[in-house]
């Protein structure tokens, strides 16, 4: 195998962003003598940055922001003839949001660019560049023509539909590319259809999550004995998001149980201003609301190791695959998720509620109120964690990206 991986990112290990990378280079460190880290960003612009193992190197992220990018971007020499040709193909001209991903996109290549010309000189030409976004035209350059070149795709970095139906050399980045990690078969199968991509290099590369918990998910379904139905909901706070319609099902909750709801994540001040005042307005005493902002990973898993979760919802507008919903699923809790992106490709009628994207909030309440038959429930709970074990275990899933990484070298 390889010795050496070059990951680029957007700003890992710097922020709180990609969240699961750090899993993925924690367990890849493993089998690689060396990883390299490339951060376009530092969002932040701290020095401080997430613990990395003692074998990967992290480069000074590669763009500036603000008036910096802009300088830098246009005074220098390096070639953009792909992005010349895309400019005129895709009519860019003609549409002002497109031209305004272009251009920033344009920018950005040319920094790094000339940056990697100076980095790539240590890095051997036996090692594999991967490029944990789609957003990765340097790879369509001579600079990397003599590497294996590997690209994951998520959502918003894949979708047109979520990008004003533009995203800058996506059908050149794929084709130069050595191998494809899409996230989900529902991009697997745009990647054959929409871009031509020859199947033999598209590897499904599911993300996971970690959970060694001893858990019990046959637990004894008592709790509804005890009046209570906890809910709990896991997302940053912003409109596509759509967490308020989670306030419009329990208004149409008619029950005498409490219901408590828990949403970790925040969002902006306005945001959480607006979420908090019409969870105020719900008027239902056995409503309770607790919203516990940004937390840890491990701060989160204490809570499910601590509290019988009935539910976990995600009533999103858009998804790639749910990391949220894996994570839950490795406690045993089922879900309620609305069919958008990949979601149907973790959550169906045996572990949860597959519910369309613009559903109606008093079906939704039935189905969180649906606990009186046990055996079924119970049999949503074990589904749930089976899913997670079958198919979305980091150990498992970071294995089989080692070996196909392995294969492409």
């Not at 329990?250 to 005042?277: C, P, Q, R, V, Y």
Request: charged share 25%.
């Amino acid at each position: 195998m390889n010795n050496i991986l070059v990951y680029f990112t957007a700003s890992y290990p710097y922020g709180t962003r990609e969240t699961y990378l750090h899993n993925e280079i924690l367990m890849l460190s493993k089998y690689f003598e060396h990883i390299y880290i490339l951060p376009m960003y530092n969002p932040t612009k701290s020095s401080t940055r997430r613990v990395t193992p003692s074998n990967v190197i992290v480069i000074e992220p590669l763009a500036p922001q603000g008036i910096s990018r802009l300088v830098s971007g246009i005074f220098n020499l390096t070639p953009c003839i792909e992005y010349l040709k895309e400019f005129f193909s895709e009519n860019i001209y003609s549409d002002i949001s497109k031209m305004k991903r272009w251009f920033n996109s344009m920018l950005v290549y040319r920094i790094v660019y000339a940056k990697f010309k100076d980095i790539k000189k240590g890095i051997p030409l036996n090692s594999i560049l991967y490029s944990y976004w789609a957003e990765a035209p340097l790879f369509t350059t001579k600079l990397c023509r003599d590497y294996k070149k590997v690209v994951r795709m998520h959502a918003g970095d894949f979708y047109l539909d979520r990008n004003k139906n533009y995203l800058p050399l996506r059908h050149l980045i794929y084709q130069k590319s050595d191998l494809l990690l899409p996230i989900s078969e529902d991009i697997r199968q745009k990647l054959i259809s929409y871009y031509n991509i020859d199947n033999k290099k598209i590897f499904l590369n599911y993300l996971g999550t970690y959970n060694d918990d001893d858990i019990t998910i046959n637990r004894q379904v008592s709790n509804n004995g005890l009046d209570l139905i906890r809910i709990v909901s896991c997302s940053n706070v912003y409109k596509l998001k759509r967490i308020d319609l989670i306030i419009d099902i329990f208004s149409h909750i008619k029950t005498n149980k409490t219901i408590e709801w828990h949403h970790f994540g925040t969002g902006s001040k306005e945001d959480m201003a607006f979420l908090n005042k019409k969870a105020k307005e719900l008027n239902t005493e056995n409503i309770k609301t607790v919203f516990h902002g940004q937390v840890s990973q491990k701060q989160l898993y204490e809570f499910y190791r601590n509290h019988y979760v009935h539910w976990f919802i995600n009533v999103s507008e858009h998804e790639g695959l749910p990391v949220s919903i894996m994570e839950a699923f490795s406690f045993g809790i089922p879900a309620i998720a609305t069919d958008v992106g990949a979601t149907k490709e973790i959550v169906d009628e045996s572990n949860g509620y597959l519910i369309p994207k613009f559903f109606n909030p008093q079906l939704v309440s039935e189905k969180i109120k649906n606990l009186d038959d046990e055996a079924k429930y119970r049999s949503k709970r074990n589904h749930a964690f089976l899913t997670w074990k079958e198919r979305f275990d980091a150990s498992r899933n970071y294995l089989l990206l080692r070996d196909k990484l392995k294969e492409c070298s």
